[in-house]
């Protein structure tokens, strides 16, 4: 590969990393948020929040929705809230199972509305430290570029069918997205167009550009004072560092007439023109030594260094001003803290929240719900199977095997739901995954039953047959005459009574896998729980 190609690999491999952070920059995710103390529910407590809410009110249609929707807020019906340029989005739970999706609009600032908004945080430092203390100015907020919304600039929108503007969700939404502008004034701006982290990256770029600019021009003033002055005695006061507002305010009729002075002996022109290109280049230090550099001149004083002022406005001298910490002693290795211990295992894995049932969805909520509850489920396993040694992961190979696609269908249809019965949900659920495997609904709704029955084992057992060596599988039978059960015929790995209807089944794991059919028929279905005694196997299945 040639340097040039190893050059447009990498800038492209940055602009993807750029791109990757601007995104995550523009979207930010809040849980949903706890309970309000209050007893009239949810309410705004910065200014800037009580205005989002007035906003909200005077566009609204029905106050008694709007009463509603602080009720909701209040009783925690809003869940996970996802906040993007121009889109807040969350989703609320109603009266019925499942949730509604609501979301709420607002438009985005112009590439001009941001030049301009920047510049006037960029030329008040006070408004950015108030930002960076979760607080909104209100000169910034109500300037020429509005950031809170006008009323009629907000737009709901929700999955239910209420045509309400806004109905009692949407509403819910704007009261939480309200104690969010409460904690965090940056949510507004996101909600204009840009992040925090991306507002925050353009002000630094923007004030290191200032105060080189401002550098230059006070060099420049140092070199046109020390050329004027001759070097005669009265350039020393040239320097003192020199702003050029400063000069520019005083009139000429206040400013004091100097004493006569000796005409000044003509400086070399490499004397000018190297102070031209000190200046040019922008290193005042390089300008004032050019500038002193002139025959006579008397040497000027590099610009001193601001003093900081503290918390009180009282000036602390640069020496006694904060430093900042170099990378390389950032980044050096030294000793860190250990990690908190891992948390515990829950006893069960947890079940993830009900989508919404919104209509043009680009998926199936019902189906991503069972990948959910799946993927929560088998990370259960890998957690406990791991131990209390986490770091260490599991001794074997991990607690779920590489499956088959037909095995795995089956599972994931077992899984969906694991107690009910032939419901109107299940048989859905068997069509489409005996369409998408060429079985039948029937098939599907058998196979289902031996998974639940023994996992990978009981759906083998089901199709497969296998010839069992000599030893438990020969004494099964006599323990059962034995116990006073019925005599079962032998063949293969079964054991059965076609006139009664009853099987027991003999798993490679040394299980008894109980099934039963219509008495003269062949058609078995798994039936109870395997065991690894066949006379429990075989007393729980005539108990039925």
Known sequence: MSPGQRRRGVGSGNTVAADRLLRADRSRTFPPLPRPDGADGPCAASWWGRAWLEALESSALDAARLARGRTYAGDGHVDTINVTPGRVIATVRGSRPRPYSAEVRVRTLDEQEWEALL????????????????????????????????????????????????????????????????????????????????????????????????????????????????????????ATPVSMSASASVPASSAPDPAPDPAPAPAPASSSSASARAWASGDAAATASASASAPGAVPLAAPQPREAVDSDGEAVPAAAAPRGVLAREALADRPRRPLPPPMAVPPR????????????????????????????????????????????????????????????????????????????????????????????????????????????????????????????????????????????????????????????????????????????????????????????????????
Do not use: M
């Not at 104690?179 to 925050?200: I, N, Q, T, Y």
């Open 349 to 544: 894995p947890g079940q993830p929240p009900a989508l919404p049932d919104a209509v043009g969805l680009p998926f199936d909520a019902a189906t991503l719900e069972l990948l959910a509850a799946d993927a929560a489920a088998r990370a259960h396993g890998w957690l406990s199977a791991a131990g209390p040694d986490a770091d260490a992961g599991p001794a074997g190979p991990g607690p779920f095997a590489a499956l088959p696609p037909w095995e795995d269908a089956i599972r994931l249809a077992a899984t969906a739901h694991p107690t009910a019965g032939l419901t109107a949900t299940t048989r859905a659920l068997y069509r489409e995954v005996a369409a998408a495997t060429g079985r039948t609904p029937a098939d599907i709704a058998r196979s289902v039953a031996a998974w639940r029955q023994g996992g990978s084992e009981g759906l083998a057992l089901l199709e497969r047959t296998w010839n069992p060596p000599a030893g438990d599988f020969d004494r099964a039978r006599s323990a059962l005459l034995a116990a006073g059960l019925p005599s079962l015929r032998p063949h293969d790995n079964h054991l059965t009574h076609a006139g009664r209807g009853i099987q027991l089944r003999f798993g490679r794991d040394h299980r008894w896998y109980p099934y039963e059919s219509e008495p003269g028929a062949d058609d078995w279905w798994p039936t109870g729980p395997a065991d690894p005694d066949p006379v429990g196997a075989l007393s729980t299945l005539l108990a039925r």
């Open 119 to 238: 510049d006037g945080v960029a030329a008040r430092p006070d408004r950015l430290t108030a930002l960076l203390g979760k607080e909104l100015p209100r000169a910034l907020a109500e300037g020429d570029v509005p950031l809170l919304p006008e009323p009629g600039e907000l737009v709901p929108r929700c999955s239910c069918p209420d045509s309400g503007r806004p109905c009692k969700h949407a509403a819910a939404l704007c009261f939480e997205v309200a104690r969010l502008l409460d904690a965090d004034p940056f949510v507004l701006l996101l909600l204009r167009g840009r992040g925090e982290r991306e507002l925050l990256d353009e002000l630094a770029r923007r004030n290191a550009g200032h105060g080189a600019r401002e550098s230059r021009v006070r060099a420049a003033l140092l070199a046109v004072a020390a050329s004027g002055s001759g070097g005669s005695a009265t350039a020393a006061p040239a």
